[in-house]
T-cell receptor
Framework: SAVISQKPSRDICQRGTSLTIQCQVD?????MFWYRQQPGQSLTLIAT?????????ESGFVIDKFPISRPNLTFSTLTVSNMSPEDSSIYLC????????????FGEGSRLTVL | SQQGEEDPQALSIQEGENATMNCSYK?????LQWYRQNSGRGLVHLIL?????REKHSGRLRVTLDTSKKSSSLLITASRAADTASYFC???????????FGKGTLLTVNP
């Protein structure tokens, strides 16, 4: 299984600011995804991070609000832009396994609180 | 990708008892996966069962799949307090590896 490191693990942010979350994987992986988990809710897929090209966003999520980079097969960033209290969530990076059997591996998440 | 629906939404048992949670889905799948999430942490992959499999075991976990009924069940035997977590099923039908998660089953194991 892949080992995934996310930074920061938690942060408290001011309304209107932006924060970038980093996801580092210890091996090259095919697919990387970003999920959001709002308080008391299940996970919602934000986008698929594509290596060397623009991310593929799910319905309801846009690049201006959640710009994503993926410069190589082991690293991705998610920026939450112009934050509001509604953006207070846990943001999770996930990746496919090296053998691409279909399972996903998740980072520990980044818990953001927006005041 | 399609979303599974877990049932029950919450389950409370005593340590040592077995816990069974169910998952239903709507369209045909290639595989179905179960995940665990401890409070506020990342998800942990538990087990993957393929559409041509009917039952799979991993330690104290037993997963069944009935594709005719479009349902799956996860059984945790001899539960422990450390099994307290939310459990999610994720049916997967395509090759894009995207998974969609439902509300999950919150399992509480009381010592």
């Amino acid at each position: 299984s892949a080992v995934i490191s996310q930074k920061p693990s938690r942060d408290i942010c001011q309304r209107g600011t932006s924060l970038t979350i980093q996801c580092q994987v210890d091996s090259q992986v095919t697919m990387m995804f970003w999920y959001r988990q709002q308080p008391g809710q299940s996970l919602t897929l934000i986008a698929t991070a594509n290596q060397g090209s623009e991310a593929t966003y799910e319905s309801g999520f846009v690049i201006d609000k959640f710009p994503i980079s993926r410069p190589n097969l082991t690293f991705s960033t998610l920026t939450v832009s112009n934050m509001s209290p509604e953006d207070s969530s846990i943001y999770l990076c996930s990746v496919t396994g090296v053998e691409n059997a279909g399972e996903l591996f998740f980072g520990e998440g980044s818990r953001l609180t927006v005041l | 990708s399609q979303q599974g629906e877990e049932d029950p939404q919450a389950l409370s048992i005593q340590e040592g008892e077995n816990a069974t949670m169910n998952c239903s889905y709507k369209t045909s799948i290639n595989n179905l996966q179960w995940y665990r999430q401890n409070s506020g942490r990342g998800l942990v992959h538990l087990i993957l069962i393929r559409s041509n499999e009917r039952e799979k075991h991993s330690g104290r976990l037993r997963v069944t799949l009935d594709t005719s009924k479009k349902s799956s069940s996860l059984l945790i035997t001899a539960s422990r307090a450390a099994d307290t977590a939310s459990y999610f099923c994720a049916p997967s039908g395509g090759s894009n590896y995207k998974l969609t998660f439902g509300k999950g089953t919150l399992l509480t194991v009381n010592p």
